[in-house]
């Protein structure tokens, strides 16, 4: 319990900082009378998206926690309401100080005309957000774990381990919680990231289809109605959305290693194999406590930055932010493994290394999650060979701009799976299969820090946003577009980190579905070669593609619905293109959010469908063979969208720089580039990011109703007709 | 023996059949002299890349012969050359009528004005590739089975059932066999389809890039440079590397049969299960009797055609063809289903239907493979919505017909993989296994006539190419057209046969995969959980991406250095434009030969360097993983790709008929159509297909390899010094 007191004061202690980095970031002067009323439209418009979303998930999770709280037991609904409780927290906090910061940052360029002074705004305001997810996650986790905690003590072990409800199903009071709150965090993260991921692109394609292409406008100008809600669905999509879906993340990843641990145990008791009970609450609060340290790692690593001068370089300054917290979690995370593992007997569990064996796994995921975001820049920035391809092929018009891009997204899918595949291979090595969830929970352990460094490119974005439509000095856009082109690197990193934590997160908690519904007497196995299983994995290959097929529809409809608005607003008031009447934005906010939550339904609902109603109607393996097939065919289609789509966008911003034989801004090639960036837009920040959320949300769902659904399904009813 | 016998006879029957169409079709006069010289041109293009080809397949296939020869055994090496051989042959004899029809088409269509005699030749012409297909592999499959089946009787059952040759690997002589044969289609199928494809794409995008967009001439116009070579690439990707890939299909998914066949015999053996060597010897023949029956109703289904008179609607006389092929195959499977199977003793084996049990799943086969085409067409044809959409978005510039295509073909996959998913549990019920393996077989029972449909598409495109070269009248080109739009739809239904018999052939041989290396007294199973087999999933799930990235790439690259080729015969020669000089042709062909068998190899020897090197290193269930991620990957992408592809090119055919509130030819809606064809093309032309090939020969040489990886692998090795 010592270890949990820690991990609450540690969570405490973030939430406390993020409150104070709040105030002190409100404190700045937020400059002009422009600028203020601009902000205040941006602000405006977040809040009416997230009232608008906060109705539907306030409804969503009600009917979810009642319909849990009656079929399976009344504290898997409230620990799913805390859940949901915690994630909405955090991305109404983030994204509040979001739309405070963006103004901010750009007064202070304007007013300091230092980039270190600048940057430090930003990433003060992003530190909010990153502790916020850190903070509220664990807070919520202490929780459930000393409300169920103390359950665990009152009842003999035997009843809270397989515990049988009024309608004959058996589940394990504790982990059965530990997954109600994880789907609460799955099912606000989806509404963030794919409503999310609708708004902001359908924002962005429709203020550009009718003002860069149309109109003739730049980017950003205040005279399109459009640029308002642009600017909106950057905190709406990239800050609320990126930090809710990582939140879930590192949720999920911690709930699988619990999970793991618990069917670990049944296993070895079932075998006599010699695990003992005092190994396995070690093994329930390992990941919890590695989180823990990995916050505290973050807090001082983010203090760091805030406190000390900042130099002009800001990747030097968000990379160290980064290395700080992540090897102080490293050094912290292999102290406290030592700790909590000496002296238990450690023979009825896989440590083939011993005392240190979730530590050299948790080691293991924190690399490779490194590396992934390594390669996601390699195969995005214009600095190397394959997003200069791109450029070079703009040079033969649109198509081969397109037919470049794909080729680039689809061969970045390897380096990335070979890098994933030898963690997997090597944290099982090290801990076996509580290794791969902690190999999850090690890549996330620091998540503040990455959260802080990727909630800080669409504050700076903003920023520059509204440096331009107030028509500040070039001085001060130099110094946001700075910030922002940092912003874009640290974005494909962040996107890296998002689908590989996705991947391992969703991979054990596949793991611990098969084994919740596996006797445990033998081995848990999924056989692929079993019909039922490998019809599942061919639907579920499918699936990743019937949902971005229609998340991209989903976002053209929205788009072309801005598209006409806009066009009406040109048409009925000629005056707003030479500046002499005012466009109305927030008619453009409307759109943008109602299209959002419109669009949104259908492929979401129709990707939660397929795992339950497959449950019900083929039972247990099939929706085994789903997850299967998802989770990998999820894993390649988001690294290939969002890769393929950040180097469209860099493409395009290469030959802006002139670099490409002197092809600049306005010239066909130009043009050919700025429609494979239009392409990216929806696949980078739609589709890619809400394939992360897909699979975690099917994984959690189906953890929680295959103790129902491997009970009572219409395949086995049938099959004992006969 | 009886039954081979008949096989034997109609496979005679079949390339006698073949020949007669030959000569009839040579016979038809060829017409003026530019259309003689024209037509020369093409086939002299058409033989240099054969020739080409066919020194690299020699070497290559030689190679690998000796090796198999040498490590498994020397009847191994000569089953593989001669199904390199009967590949060869059929490819070879296929393209070459195909290059004689094409301007008999046109002529045909200019001395007659009559669509159905010209239908006739068009249609005759193809029919000389789909007997070729049907009668080489299984005069074939008969050579080899008659061969083998003699040694079967000289040496006692064992010695043939489990071989162990001088390197201590184990074997069944019959069923390796089987599969060396299935490896010879393979090898020449992959070099015609990859190196096909990337020709066929490069010389078209290359003539449309620099053609109709940047000297603005149209279509096939003689100017052009490069027509030519883009006409040599419709019989060289879309006549011999479509005809090589569907025989491999055909001897993939009755090989699969044979071995599956055999390993549920091992394992009734080992369990005492009462399958009785009887059985066995009909469930070998089964499926060659079912290809065989299916060949016949091939030859009667193309004859009525070929006899009756012609009515105009050629869409119809082609799905005539079809059914009465598949409506034979049907009934005459059925009666040899009941004469084989009856009086046996099914006990031992799951034909949870009688004898009718592998019959039923055939028939499941063939009505699949209906439907996958029919939805195939939904997606494809602008006859729907899908593709209207697309036309749709184009009036908001190319960014949003790219992004619509993408969503079609995203949400194309579900559909087919339900009905694939459907006949897997399906064919399973009706006979296990086996069954699966019947239903491929079913699916490509009567491929004789599907080759013949969809050869006739690419022979009457160059028809047109050839009537437009030659400034035939207008009411010539009319006739070719309309019989090139059916061929569009005819294209796109046998590109679903050919996905969806892909799929189930690799599924059906992956299981054979697992069968062969797993002990006869166990079950087979593939658990996805275990380690090496998830990460060995994760691998082969990304392998058809890097695989489709790379080939996209070399279509580029290879249709770029044809541009460069045009652009310089244009500037030297300034009177090609005006007609005053003669554009130099051969260097463009050879070119693309060039160009297409230097880009192939990358991409080919990695995709089969990851199977073999994975199973060297990691082992057997490696190697599995890879296989069902691989399966199941390219089957979306294919779908993917496929629809995709032909939905843009469909898009922009329906903006030209003017029916899109009458933006038409030359617009920019049809520009942007336009962009979205040329994306499409290398992915339907190129990928889609190759994606086919990738999965069946990476099966193929995995089911070989095994027997040796198995035993000898550097983690078997390494694991047993500790």
Not at 255 to 277: D, R
Not at 522 to 548: C, E, H, K, Q, R
């Amino acid at each position: 319990m010592n270890w949990l007191v820690l991990v609450f004061f540690v969570s405490v202690l973030a939430l406390a900082y993020a409150a104070l980095n709040f105030y002190s970031v409100k404190k700045v002067d937020e400059g002009t009378r422009q600028m203020r009323e601009i902000a205040a439209s941006i602000r405006e418009g977040a809040i009416t998206f997230l009232n608008y979303e906060f109705r539907i998930i306030a409804m969503i999770a009600l009917l979810v926690a009642v319909l849990m709280g009656v079929v399976v037991g009344w504290y898997v609904g409230v620990a799913f309401l805390i859940g949901a409780t915690m994630s909405s927290l955090a991305a109404f906090v983030g994204m509040r100080i979001a739309t405070y910061a963006n103004v901010r940052v750009s007064n202070t360029a304007r007013t300091t005309k230092k980039l270190g002074k600048t940057l430090k705004v930003a990433f003060q305001g992003g530190s909010v957000m990153g502790l916020c997810v850190g903070g509220f996650a664990l807070l919520g986790l202490v929780i459930v774990y000393v409300v169920f905690g103390l359950l665990l003590k009152q009842l003999s072990l035997e009843n809270v381990y397989l515990f049988r409800n009024f309608l004959g199903i058996e589940f394990s009071p504790f982990t059965m919680t530990i997954s109600g709150y994880a789907l609460g965090c799955s099912i606000v993260a989806m509404f963030f990231r794919v409503g999310g991921g609708i708004y902001t692109k359908a924002a962005d394609m429709g203020a550009d289809l009718v003002g860069k292409v149309e109109a003739g406008i730049p980017e950003d100008d205040p005279r399109n109605p459009a640029t308002i809600a642009d600017n909106v669905g950057d905190n709406v999509g990239d800050v609320a959305g990126l930090g809710s879906d990582l939140l879930e993340s590192f949720v999920g990843a911690i709930s699988s290693g619990v999970i793991l641990a618990f069917h670990l145990f049944l296993s070895s008791e079932a075998k006599n194999g010699g695990m003992t009970p005092s190994l396995l609450q070690k093994m329930f609060l390992y990941p919890v406590v590695l989180a823990g340290l990995g916050l505290l790692a973050c807090v001082i690593g983010i203090a760091y930055i805030i406190v000390k001068e900042l130099s002009e370089d800001p990747h030097r300054e968000l990379n160290m932010s980064t290395w700080v917290s992540a090897g102080l979690t490293v050094v912290l995370a292999g102290f406290a493994s030592w700790f909590m593992f000496r002296g238990e007997d450690l023979s009825g569990v896989s440590f083939n290394l011993g005392t240190f064996s979730p530590w050299i796994a948790s080691v293991l995921g924190i690399v490779s999650g490194v590396v992934i975001g390594l390669i996601a820049e390699y195969y995005t920035s214009y600095d190397y060979n394959p997003t200069k391809s791109i450029a070079g092929a703009s040079i033969e018009g649109p198509a081969l701009t397109i037919t470049q891009g794909m080729s680039v997204g689809m061969r970045s899918t390897m380096a990335p799976v070979l890098v994933l595949g030898a963690t997997v291979i090597a944290a099982y090595g090290a801990a076996g299969m509580y290794g791969i969830a902690m190999a999850a929970a090690g890549m996330l352990s620091f998540v503040s820090t990455t959260v802080t460094v990727d909630t800080y490119g669409p504050i700076s974005d903003n920023a520059g946003g509204i440096a331009e439509m107030s028509k500040l000095d070039e001085e001060v856009r130099a110094i946001t577009d700075k910030l922002d082109s940092v912003g874009n690197t640290t974005a494909a990193i962040g996107k890296g980190f998002a689908i590989g934590s996705a991947a391992l997160a969703a991979t054990s908690l596949m793991v611990a579905y098969i084994f919740s519904f596996s006797p445990p007497e033998v081995d848990p196995i999924l056989d692929i070669i079993n019909p039922m299983t490998l019809v599942g994995a061919m639907v579920g290959t499918a699936l990743p593609y019937l949902f971005s097929g229609m998340l991209i529809e989903s976002v053209t409809k929205a788009a072309r619905k801005m598209v006409d608005e806009v066009r009406r607003q040109f048409k009925e008031k000629p005056g707003i293109l030479d500046g002499t009447e005012k466009p109305d934005v927030s008619s453009c906010v409307s759109i943008a959010s109602e299209g959002a939550l419109q669009e949104m339904k259908l492929p979401s609902y129709i990707a939660l469908a397929f795992p339950i109603v497959g449950g019900f109607v083929f039972g247990a393996y099939f929706v085994g063979g789903i997850l299967i097939g998802s989770i990998m065919s999820a894993i390649m289609l988001a690294l290939y969208t969002g890769n393929a789509g950040g180097a469209w966008d860099n493409a395009k911003k290469y030959i802006e720089t002139g670099a490409l034989n002197g092809h600049g801004k306005g010239g066909p090639v130009h043009a050919a580039a700025v429609v494979g960036d239009t392409v990216g837009d929806p696949l980078k920040d739609t589709v890619g990011p809400s394939l992360d959320i897909l699979i975690k949300i099917m994984s959690t769902i189906s953890l929680i109703a295959v103790a129902i659904f491997s009970k009572y399904n219409l395949f086995a009813w049938l099959s004992s007709l006969f």
